[in-house]
């Protein structure tokens, strides 16, 4: 069976922006901080290629 090449590296990039939107999200307190946590949770498992 051949392995194709998986291209991770949009992951990382939405898993670091999002990161950074959660740090900025806790400093200002933003009321609706967990909405950003599914996108990092998922970019990252994406990013590691768990799924």
């Known amino acids: 069976m051949e392995q194709t090449k998986k291209y991770r590296g949009i992951w990382w990039l939405v898993f670091l922006a999002s990161t950074a939107a959660l ?3 806790i400093v200002t307190h933003w009321p ?3 909405l950003i946590l599914p996108f990092a ?5 994406k990013a590691m290629d768990i799924m």
């Open 23 to 25: 740090a900025i999200a």
């Open 32 to 34: 609706w901080l967990t």
């Open 41 to 45: 949770a998922t970019s990252f498992v």
